[in-house]
């Protein structure tokens, strides 16, 4: 069983930077595709970004040329490394780890692509003031 742990999370003003460290506590296939989601109360969770094993990355629109995944496979570590935050950015974030079909099967418009991910860590809370 994978399990998440978050850190990283704070309060920023806007256009300040945080960075999100999530660690895995294996590293198999199970782990093969990472991702960022945040979601705030009342509203849906949503896909920040996703990195598969092969480093091949995916961010939404809305925070393409401020944040940046990476992983640090060696010592099972998944990174969003955040610039610029606005105060939308403000949210729970939540790590959570799939096989390579959760990367494959990434879509940032469908509610289930949470679903295909098979371990979650508990989240980590940012805020940014404006």
């Known amino acids: 069983q994978v399990q998440l742990a978050e850190t990283g999370g704070g309060s920023v003003q806007t256009g300040g930077s945080l960075r999100l460290s999530c660690e895995a506590s294996?590293?198999?296939?199970?782990?093969?595709?990472m991702a960022w989601f945040r979601q705030t109360p009342g509203t849906a969770r949503e896909g920040v970004a996703r990195i598969d094993s092969d480093g091949d990355t995916r961010s939404a629109e809305s925070v393409k040329g401020r944040f940046t995944i990476a992983r640090a496979t060696g010592r099972n570590i998944l990174y969003l490394q955040m610039n610029n935050l606005k105060p939308e950015d403000t949210a729970m974030y939540y790590c959570?780890?799939?096989?390579?079909?959760?990367?494959?099967?990434?879509?940032?418009?469908?509610?289930?692509?949470?679903?295909?991910?098979?371990?979650w860590g508990q989240g980590t809370q940012v805020t940014v003031s404006s």
């Open positions: 294996v590293s198999n296939y199970r782990t093969h595709c």
């Open positions: 959570a780890a799939g096989t390579l079909w959760a990367c494959n099967t990434w879509s940032f418009s469908d509610p289930d692509t949470g679903t295909r991910f098979g371990a």
